[in-house]
């Protein structure tokens, strides 16, 4: 069998992106995130509104961080 290291790479990326938002509202184990963006998630798990949080696969995968968002230019 020949080895592909291109499969092989393709093999280290997780298929579900990690994704990272808002809390603006949740209800029966439901929470709607809005991404940076603008754009809003249905994601299933325990979260509060106001809550920064991790989704991945539609799941929360938990709490993130609050930091402050700075972009530059080149």
């Known amino acids: ?19 990272v938002g808002d809390v603006v509202a949740a209800a029966g184990g439901v929470a709607t995130v809005q991404l940076p963006g603008g754009g809003l998630l249905q ?5 509060t509104a106001g809550q920064r949080v991790f989704v991945q ?8 961080p609050t930091l402050a968002y700075a972009e530059g230019e080149a």
């Open 57 to 64: 696969g539609g799941v929360i995968q938990g709490t993130a």
């Open 43 to 47: 994601a299933r798990g325990e979260a």
């Open 1 to 19: 069998m020949l080895h592909n290291p291109y499969r092989a790479f393709l093999a280290l990326i997780p298929a579900d992106r990690l994704l």
